[in-house]
């Protein structure tokens, strides 16, 4: 499907500057939008693009399509942030309009270079072949700018697929992430596949920047296990383990892994001299329905925050009738290695916009709600301490007709959402579930809410699960209920964006 709306596409019809006069026209009302998590004026997003810090403020971008509500000729959004949850919107960077991009500029990085801001990304071009046919293929790409304009420099493109050896498919070759290393040089990583169905990620190396050469496959799976082809690589170390996440397609369900994309995160050891990585574990990132394509930086103050695509190509949704924006993203969580345990919490800095605070303590039995426990725009922590049960169900987004559940089973350690009746779904599989690693089962959960979505960071970030919901905006009573007995405490706040 994504094939073909790209063959639509491209050529000098879209410019930043035609996608900008028309979000001037057709910018969508900010009460029709989520309140924190990131979109689009008007029209499609997926993939963060171009996670940086430049200026003293975040910098976002995203593949963007702004004329229609569905996946088109990727352009890259851009907004910047003082905090991670209030976004500014800036004009639109990049458009499909150059010959070595004309089918789409597809995801990659921005990193700071002698008070430039670089960006680094896929061109997708139609290229003809020997034998006359046509074919699709991805080439990285290059544009310098000053944190609103962008230009592409006229070497495009900076990396060419033909540099790759031969077995490395030059149609899934995309998602640059570039870093500047500590021995001075640059490095691209590059989600690939081989021609054979191997998924891995290549990596080049520059002086300058400008030219680079092929070092390496830094890392492939032979195993058949982590899907298809590897999307949108980020590679950096933290708390003294070497990390590589990517995002590969088409996985089948398998311990704590989900069918179809999951985000895969890969701790384990680099052969310097050989440039390749050696994966020891792999955890999965989130076991929601609803996250994707995640990029990382590091803040001033050395916290790494990772913020994700909330939506998933398996669970594009129908939207509710009249809705002008698709998809948004996560919130930003920071990141922790601890025991050897990958740790997410929502990013500090949404701490400072919760008021109303209110703490229930209870020993549930049957059905309850709470006076002021309830919302759609809220951070809320439950705190397990006693679970004597066959299960304990929270009810979210709830009127008579809609409800999306969150229900854990003590007996196998299963945590389940099920959003069946959240509204305007198109999938038909709407339930996910996963068992809760830690030895002794759900203590806690803590739950962001913003109008759209629920994000469930589980034992102190141990697990998450982010999930989409397109509920109507008057369903907002949270039930709480259980077939036995639950000792619990609910803290809750409502987040004043
Ligand atoms: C991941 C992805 C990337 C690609 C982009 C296109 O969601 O498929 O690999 O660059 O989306 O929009």
Excluded at 41 to 68: C, E, M, R, T
Excluded at 105 to 127: M, P, Q, R, W
Excluded at 282 to 309: H, K, L
Excluded at 447 to 470: A, P, R
Aim: with cysteine; hydrophobic share 35%.
């Amino acid at each position: 499907k994504k094939q073909s709306n790209q063959a639509e596409g491209g050529h000098s019809m879209y410019t930043c500057q035609k996608a900008d006069e028309y979000i001037k026209k057709n910018r969508v009302d900010r009460a029709d939008k989520p309140e924190f998590h990131l979109t689009t004026p008007v029209g499609w997003l997926n993939d963060p693009n171009g996670f940086s810090i430049y200026g003293g403020k975040a910098h976002l971008f995203y593949q963007f399509h702004p004329y229609s509500t569905e996946w088109g000729p990727m352009h890259w959004g851009h907004s910047s942030s003082k905090d991670f949850i209030k976004w500014e919107e800036l004009p639109t960077a990049l458009a499909p309009d150059s010959k070595f991009d004309s089918f789409g500029c597809f995801s990659g990085t921005a990193i700071e270079n002698d008070g430039k801001h670089v960006l680094f990304y896929t061109g997708v071009v139609e290229e003809k072949l020997a034998d006359g046919t046509k074919n699709v293929i991805q080439n990285q790409c290059m544009a310098v700018g000053d944190g609103i304009s962008y230009e592409k420099i006229s070497g495009n493109p900076v990396v060419d697929g033909k540099i790759m050896p031969e077995e490395c498919s030059r149609a899934d070759f995309r998602d640059p992430k570039v870093w500047k290393d500590e021995d001075g040089r640059y490095y691209m990583l590059t989600g690939n596949r081989t021609y054979d169905g191997i998924p891995q990620v290549v990596l080049f190396s520059s002086d300058d920047m400008y030219n680079w050469k092929f070092e390496s496959v830094f890392a492939k799976d032979e195993t058949g296990r982590f899907g298809v082809v590897w999307e949108c690589p980020d590679y950096f170390e933290m708390d003294g383990h070497k990390l590589l996440i990517v995002s590969p397609q088409d996985m089948s369900a398998d311990g704590e892994f989900h069918n179809g994309n999951n985000v895969v995160f890969f701790i384990g050891d680099v052969d310097e001299e050989n440039h390749i990585f050696k994966y020891e574990k792999a955890v999965s990132v989130d076991s929601g329905f609803d996250f994707y394509a995640p990029q990382t930086i590091m803040t001033p103050d050395g916290r790494r925050v990772m913020i994700g695509w909330m939506q998933s190509w398996d669970s594009v949704n129908t939207l509710p009738r009249g809705q002008k924006w698709a998809c948004m993203m996560s919130v930003p969580r920071e990141l922790m290695i601890s025991d050897g345990k990958l740790i997410q919490t929502p990013v500090r800095e949404l701490c400072g916009y919760r008021q109303n605070k209110l703490v229930v303590n209870d020993t549930l039995r049957g059905e309850k709600t709470y006076e002021g426990i309830n919302g759609r725009v809220i951070d809320m922590t439950v705190d397990i301490k006693k679970a004597d049960c066959g299960h304990f169900t929270m009810h979210f987004a709830k009127d008579e007709i809609h409800e999306t559940n969150v229900s854990y089973t003590p007996g196998t350690q299963m945590l389940e959402i099920d959003r069946t009746f959240a509204g305007w779904i198109r999938d038909t599989n709407c339930v996910r579930k996963v068992k809760i690693k830690n030895g002794n089962g759900l203590s806690k959960m803590r739950i962001v809410m913003d109008w759209n979505s629920i994000e469930i960071f589980v034992n102190d970030g141990e697990q998450v699960l982010s999930t989409v919901i397109y509920t109507p905006r008057n369903a907002q009573d949270i039930v709480f209920e259980t077939d036995g007995c639950v000792e619990l405490e609910v803290e809750k706040y409502d987040l004043n964006i």
